[in-house]
Each structure stands twice: as C-alpha cells, then as structure tokens.
C-alpha cells in the first residue's frame, strides 16, 4: 500500500490508498479486495463510455456518490488491518510510503495532516454506523446496508492509518512527480492571503490519473474537486457536463491549514 495526500485547495486534502498488487500474492488476497478490486477497474472502464446503459449506471453512481463527502471515500481507500496485514507491516516487509508534493505541503507537517484526516471524522462515522444498526429493525434493511458499510470501511481505514503512526511505520516521500503535477495549476496571485483558494480543477484529473498510474483515482479527484469548487467557490461554480447537478458538497470537509500558511510564507518572501 501507499499513501498519497492530494491537496485539493489551500485548506483541504484529499487522501487516497494506492494498494500495490505486487505485495500480495492472488491466493492470500481476502474476497473483500478481490471484490473492490474488480469493481474498481469495471467502474473506471464504463465511465469511458459515451452512452449505453453501463453509462447511464455511471451517471446514477457519479449522482448518489456525491452525497457522500470525499474524506470519507479517502478513508475507505485503506484497507481495514487485517491481522495478516498487521503482521506484514510490523515484521519489517517495508514501511508505508507517505507521498505528497513538497512544493505545496511542508514535509514536516506531511503526518499531521494525514493524521487529522484519520481522526477528525471517527466520531461522526461511529454515530451514523451506530444509527444504521438501530433503524435496520424499523426502516428496509437493505437501504440502510451499503450506508453502514461505507461509515464501517471509514472508521476501518482511520483506525489502520493510526496504528501505522502509532508504530511508526509510515516513510515520508516527497514525490517530485506530484510536484510537477501541481506546478500546471498555481493560485491565483492577486487573491488576498486570507481566502482559501483551490489547487485543481477538473481539467487536471485525467493528467494526475494517467501520470500516477493510478485509473480508480480518476473518479475519486472529480468527486473531491466538485465538492471543493462546490464549497469554496458555491454551487455556481463550473462542473463538467456529465457532473452538472451531481448530489451535494461535504457538510465540513476537512481543515488542512498548514498547505496555507505553505503559500502566506511565500507571499511574505
């Protein structure tokens, strides 16, 4: 697995998982990441079609998804900890590489802000799983299902991402590629230093997924950028055609403030 914080705007990040196929071999992978695994890659093949009923199930997908905020979709990017994975990680098979562009996060601040990313939304996740349970006795069972799933892969991946802090297993890795990617969208200068700007726009996603090789993130950054442009700029802001309309922005992304005080340093030089 690897790590990659994203920064969306000047305050907030998105984090994703990145898992390395290399490191398991196919029969000691459980049911569960051969599912997600496949459901990755038949999602990412049939938003490239230009119509046809697979694309109309894209376009429903892309519409419901979005009611659900991007913190929560980078936290079920991690896998849960499995005790196989718990032994893997702290026997010495290689520590989990931290990557991110320098140029925009500060390497030193790189941890804590994964770390917030983990831990600000545990709470909430645990309430609404909670709620979930009860009101599956009285409500259709089956509707509330996929909601408590997605709450319990959250509070999974959080809780994994702390075990990794707490045992110091995570490798910091400025990656200059990131750092070319981010260079192709600077902020704006004439903004004051006191408003949150944003990094990236939907012209930038099919780049950053080809460069990094990496085709599920694709859905993930059009998610994440809509609900930013959606929070920071408001629901007047441009979406790409097909993304017009699509559901609502996070209710409190996550704070990621020290990417901004990366930019007043620079104002201040």
Same mark, same amino acid.
């Given at each position: 697995?690897?790590?990659?914080?994203?920064?969306?705007?000047?305050?907030?990040?998105?984090?994703?998982?990145?898992?390395?196929?290399? %490191?398991?071999?196919?029969?000691?992978? %459980?049911?569960?990441?051969?599912?997600?695994?496949?459901?990755?890659?038949?999602?990412?093949?049939?938003?490239?079609?230009?119509?046809?009923?697979?694309?109309?199930?894209?376009?429903?997908?892309?519409?419901?998804?979005?009611?659900?905020?991007?913190?929560?979709? +980078?936290?079920?990017?991690?896998?849960?900890?499995?005790?196989?994975?718990?032994?893997?990680?702290?026997? +010495?098979? +290689?520590?989990?590489?931290?990557?991110?562009?320098?140029?925009?996060?500060?390497?030193?601040?790189?941890? +804590?802000?994964?770390?917030?990313?983990?831990?600000?939304?545990?709470?909430?996740?645990?309430?609404?799983?909670?709620?979930?349970?009860?009101?599956?006795?009285?409500?259709?069972?089956?509707?509330?299902?996929?909601?408590?799933?997605?709450?319990?892969?959250?509070?999974?991946?959080?809780?994994?991402?702390?075990?990794?802090?707490?045992?110091?297993?995570?490798?910091?890795?400025?990656?200059?590629?990131?750092?070319?990617?981010?260079?192709?969208?600077?902020?704006?200068?004439?903004?004051?230093?006191?408003?949150?700007?944003?990094?990236?726009?939907?012209?930038?996603?099919?780049?950053?997924?080809?460069?990094?090789?990496?085709?599920?993130?694709?859905?993930?950054?059009?998610?994440?950028?809509?609900?930013?442009?959606?929070?920071?700029?408001?629901?007047?802001?441009?979406?790409?055609?097909?993304?017009?309309?699509?559901?609502?922005?996070?209710?409190?992304?996550?704070?990621?403030?020290?990417?901004?005080?990366?930019?007043?340093?620079?104002?201040?030089?």
């Amino acid at each position: 697995m690897r790590l990659y914080l994203l920064p969306l705007s000047t305050r907030r990040t998105l984090l994703y998982a990145k898992r390395l196929e290399v %490191t398991t071999a196919p029969q000691g992978r %459980t049911y569960v990441d051969k599912g997600t695994a496949w459901a990755a890659r038949t999602w990412a093949q049939w938003e490239k079609m230009e119509s046809g009923w697979k694309r109309k199930v894209v376009d429903y997908g892309n519409y419901a998804f979005r009611r659900i905020p991007y913190e929560e979709w +980078g936290l079920k990017s991690v896998p849960p900890l499995s005790s196989r994975r718990r032994g893997e990680e702290i026997e +010495g098979k +290689g520590k989990v590489d931290l990557c991110f562009p320098s140029s925009v996060i500060p390497p030193s601040k790189a941890e +804590g802000i994964l770390k917030t990313l983990a831990t600000e939304r545990q709470a909430l996740h645990k309430k609404r799983l909670v709620w979930c349970i009860v009101g599956m006795p009285i409500t259709i069972p089956f509707a509330l299902v996929p909601i408590a799933w997605s709450h319990y892969r959250a509070i999974a991946g959080g809780k994994h991402i702390q075990w990794l802090l707490e045992h110091n297993l995570l490798r910091s890795s400025p990656s200059e590629k990131l750092d070319k990617l981010y260079a192709l969208h600077a902020p704006p200068a004439e903004e004051p230093d006191n408003k949150e700007r944003t990094l990236l726009t939907q012209k930038e996603v099919q780049t950053f997924s080809d460069t990094l090789d990496m085709p599920a993130l694709e859905v993930e950054l059009e998610r994440a950028i809509w609900q930013v442009e959606h929070a920071v700029l408001g629901p007047d802001s441009e979406s790409p055609p097909k993304e017009k309309a699509a559901g609502t922005a996070a209710d409190k992304p996550g704070s990621t403030e020290p990417v901004e005080e990366k930019y007043k340093e620079k104002s201040n030089q």
